[in-house]
């Protein structure tokens, strides 16, 4: 394989894992700001449009560019060992390191979490509930409300941690990952570029996505 220059742009990260990190983004803050003001209809979409994104994005990690996908990022004990041996100058592939990608499945799988949680709890006086809620019985849907909370400060825990490791790369490596995500692309680094697939493979994450939102939601 040839040799990667340094001062190249590398293409590490294909549209569709640009676009769902942001709309996360998005969404997370969204649900947040939604339930500080009691706006609990706009609550509910944020929380539907997060389980269309979660479940495009778990298809994708399977059917999507390289570094996209969870074979690609996620190694056991000796993969992570291995890696923190490397030397800095070693070529690496796109995408998310050993442990980069670890954090990225631990925070799928707690938005995951988060959502379908959502889907069964019920407010105090039963009035604003989630879509499947009727599945369980009340004083179930109000424990599950609380785990609700509980799991979403778990996950501004994790986002706190994901700016701190950013900001890290930023003032310490001077390594701007930020950029990498808007533009795709990432310079001074000594990567192998992202293997990209056929565009026709978006649409039946679309279209899964969509069928399982319109399941829960019917």
């Given at each position: 394989m040839n040799e990667i220059s340094?001062?190249?742009a590398i293409r590490v990260w294909d549209w569709p894992v640009r676009l769902t990190h942001w709309l996360f983004v998005f969404c997370i803050t969204l649900s947040w700001?939604?339930?500080?003001?009691?706006m609990m209809d706009w609550h509910l979409y944020s929380g539907y449009a997060l389980l269309g994104l979660l479940v495009f994005r778990i298809y994708w990690g399977f059917a999507g560019?390289?570094?996209?996908?969870?074979?690609?990022?996620?190694?056991?004990?000796?993969?992570?060992?291995a890696y923190m041996r490397?030397?800095?100058e070693a070529h690496r592939d796109a995408g998310h390191n050993?442990?980069?990608?670890?954090?990225?499945?631990?925070?799928?799988?707690l938005m995951l979490t988060q959502v379908a949680i959502g889907l069964f709890?019920?407010?105090?006086?039963?009035?604003?509930?989630?879509?499947?809620?009727?599945?369980?019985?009340?004083?179930?849907?109000?424990?599950?409300?609380?785990?609700?909370?509980v799991v979403f400060n778990v996950i501004l825990t994790f986002v706190g941690l994901h700016i701190a490791a950013i900001l890290f790369y930023l003032l310490v490596k001077k390594d701007n990952l930020i950029v990498a995500m808007l533009t795709g692309h990432r310079r001074n680094v000594r990567v192998r570029p992202m293997q990209p697939?056929?565009?026709?493979?978006?649409?039946?994450?679309?279209?899964?996505?969509?069928?399982?939102?319109?399941?829960?939601?019917n």
């Open positions: 340094n001062d190249t700001w939604t339930a500080e003001k009691n560019s390289s570094s996209a996908r969870f074979s690609h990022f996620l190694r056991g004990p000796s993969g992570i060992i490397e030397s800095r050993p442990l980069g990608g670890w954090s990225v499945a631990v925070m799928l799988a709890v019920s407010d105090v006086d039963g009035i604003e509930s989630g879509p499947l809620s009727h599945l369980v019985s009340f004083a179930t849907s109000r424990t599950l409300s609380d785990i609700h909370e697939v056929p565009a026709w493979r978006i649409l039946p994450g679309i279209a899964l996505a969509s069928g399982v939102v319109w399941w829960v939601v």
